[in-house]
């Protein structure tokens, strides 16, 4: 059936919109959270606070992205809607659970691990509702949607550090409670459309089939090569990527004080993260083929380059500066993974070809944090964690520049094969059609002989 384009759609994108912002909106604010968790559960005698807590934010970061795989077959088998409301379930549970703990240790798991399944749970389904109501407009929606985050990214910090400062850190993440609630109920609105009569009857009768095991995991997507360097490439790009997130607020308060309103870089990030978005979004569609990974090449050098600038930003407007363009480059990272994946695996195994990539990406988004903050603790600054920051991108990015030569060279065997077969045909046409020309001539002689 074709999607209605609208209608019912309209909500569902509002839905969704809000979903992307309160999921990463709370996860790119992690660096105020990080801060004031230091500042709680801090003593002077342990030296690698900055290590362990660390480990909060980037393990519900990974987290998010580790249950990717999961959630798409879950979202296969039981639907969008109750998938993400389940998910914004437990989320809730996971954030108000961790206004309750009195040291860092538990944090581990209420907010890094409960928190962020929850956040997963709800996330994808999100997605992929959207192509159920859209077709035609689905890129529009989807700016919009993804726009959601750096709305709440923008807006957030500021919330936060008012809220922080005024009734402190148990009672901000309780505050945030309302966020999960409100996305909760977003869910029920992801009303799944029926296409077809056997559908509605065997929705009617309550019949539940299960679905073959190569549809439920899709491992074929592997196959291709250009899609396991691309899966390969990515997460060796992004080690360094979530540490500014992370550890910049820190970083600043160490180097400035309190004298500068450090929530300002998270607002620089956030507003040219959307821009970003919406422009190399635009400039993808008239990039052909698997070339849009140039884009990605771009977006992981600058990313890279602007890491390893903040500790020679002995001024705040230098910062402001790094963080604008690191933001704009992260938007044009994000926005055109899809667009990618279509590219290299094709529409009908996109799904679970970016289910395994985000898999993939968890672990070095979890592990480069808490070594940044390791790094801090032995060394008593961020600078050595910030340039390290900024290689892994750059290593990545040439990988990944690769994958438009191999992409080629796998479309052009491709259209080899079947001119081959049809060429080693003709010639079996051919050498039968002689052997019945020589088979029939000493038979027709032997006949007028006779």
Known sequence: AEPPEGGWGWVVMLAAMWCNGAVFGIQNSCGVLFVSMLQLFGGGEDKQLAFKTAWVSSLSMGMVFFCSPIVSIFTDLFGCRKVAVIGAAVGFVGLLSSSFVSTIEPLYFTYGILFACGCSFAYQPSLVILGHYFKKRLGLVNGIVTAGSSLFTVSLPFLLRVLIDSVGLYNTLRVLCILLFILFLAGFTYKPLVSNAKDKEAGKKGKFRFPPEKKICNFSVFKVLSYRIWAFGIPAALFGYFVPYVHLMKHVKDRFGDSVPEEVLLLCLGITSGVGRLIFGRVADYIPGAKKVYLQVVSFFFIGLMSMMIPLCNVFGGLIAVCLFMGLFDGCFICIMAPIAFELVGAQDVSQAIGFLLGFMSIPMTVGPPIAGLLHDRLGTYDIAFYLAGVP????????????????????????????????????ENETTLASDTTEKPVKEMESGF
């Open 393 to 428: 991108p750059l290593i990545g990015g040439a990988v990944l520049c690769l994958i438009p030569w191999v992409h080629e060279r796998q479309k052009l065997k491709g259209r080899a094969k079947p001119v081959d077969g049809e060429t080693t045909e003709k010639m079996l």
